[in-house]
């Protein structure tokens, strides 16, 4: 297979993912409102995020919304300077 059909094969899957929805726990856009903070927190203290709120990694790959809220607070907290 070349690359241009793998690359192919990889959109179509993510097209499919993305109208099939995830599978297992997910969150809702409210749920994710409300644990967006303290989970962009926990995943920039690499204090694995997915463990303490389950469900929030299917639902910021299948909300372009949700995942632009979070790649924006995720950014502004890393620029932050870090306190000791």
């Known amino acids: 297979m070349s690359d241009s059909e793998q690359g192919e ?14 599978s297992g726990d997910v969150l809702g856009c409210e749920e994710c409102f409300i644990e967006l ?3 962009v927190e926990l995943d ?3 204090l694995d995020p997915d463990r303490h709120v389950p469900g929030m990694r299917a639902h910021l790959e ?17 620029s932050e300077p870090r306190r000791p």
Do not use: I, N
């Open 37 to 39: 903070d303290r989970y």
């Open 9 to 22: 094969t990889r959109e179509r899957e993510t097209v499919l993912t993305r109208l099939l929805g995830p």
């Open 62 to 78: 299948g909300c372009p919304a949700c995942a632009e809220d979070f790649q924006s607070l995720k950014a502004l907290l890393e």
């Open 44 to 46: 920039v203290a690499s």
